[in-house]
């Protein structure tokens, strides 16, 4: 039997937690998915998506910095949550360029999995079209703003588990960009390696080694076996 002391429920199932434990991860631990595209249990949660919203206790909240308590209410797969979060996806969609049938990260893509479980069918609003620069200068890595979602999860790697700091986010509301830490602003003044763990968590292709384009055919690749909600669930 649970411990009410160290319980929270998740749409009315019981979750036991650690102290210090954030409902996200409480709740992946205890084999419950909730959305998300800028957390990683690797590293400090960032709370900038806001794909993994809850409603705690009445409360809306983000599930990734929110500490669980014991006998908190917590809602996750409620109606009004769930269109929250798929209207969230869209506008992550509509304000770059992600045309996954031709890109690379397809059946990879973190972005695209979501929006699969959470029932996207189209974005139902006008596409920006954007059009940031991209860094190809360097010999081994790729960057392309296009299809970046500002989730600071390259950021947070570079700098806790590569030790590198060589990203960072830069500007104000639709104008946020990811930038380049180097004299030039390039990754070719960088000290980025094609295994830097910073590239390795990109949730989309905003980040990519480069001649490593299609490499697993369609029925292989990280989504086509399993949806992402499976994936987390057997993680953990």
Not at 23 to 34: C, E, Q, R, T, V
Not at 162 to 172: A, T, V, W
């Amino acid at each position: 039997m649970s411990d009410p002391k160290n319980t929270f429920t998740l749409d009315g199932q019981p979750v036991e937690f650690e102290a210090g434990q954030t409902i996200m991860n409480a709740a992946l631990a205890a084999g419950h998915y909730i959305p998300h595209l800028c957390h990683h249990r690797e590293f400090q949660p960032h709370g900038s998506c806001k794909v993994c919203t809850v409603r705690v206790n009445g409360w809306l909240s983000a599930s990734c910095t929110t500490p669980a308590s014991a006998g908190a209410k917590v809602e996750s797969d409620a109606a009004d949550i769930q269109d929250a979060r798929r209207r969230i996806v869209q506008m992550l969609f509509i304000e770059g360029n992600h045309f996954c049938p031709f890109c690379v990260k397809s059946g990879n893509c973190q972005l695209q999995a979501v929006a699969y479980h959470l029932g996207m069918e189209d974005t139902s609003l006008p596409h920006r079209f954007p059009s940031r620069a991209m860094d190809a200068s360097h010999p081994e890595v790729v960057l392309d703003r296009d299809r970046c979602i500002n989730c600071s999860l390259c950021v947070r790697a570079s700098r806790d588990a590569d030790g590198k700091e060589l990203f960072g986010l830069s500007g104000r509301g639709i104008d946020t960009q990811l930038v380049v830490n180097s004299p030039t602003g390039l990754l070719k003044d960088t000290n980025i390696e094609a295994t830097d763990r910073a590239i390795q968590v990109c949730p989309t292709g905003a980040l990519l080694v480069k001649r490593r384009g299609y490499e697993q055919p369609i029925g292989e690749r990280r989504f086509d076996a399993q949806t992402i909600e499976c994936e987390f669930e057997s993680k953990y």
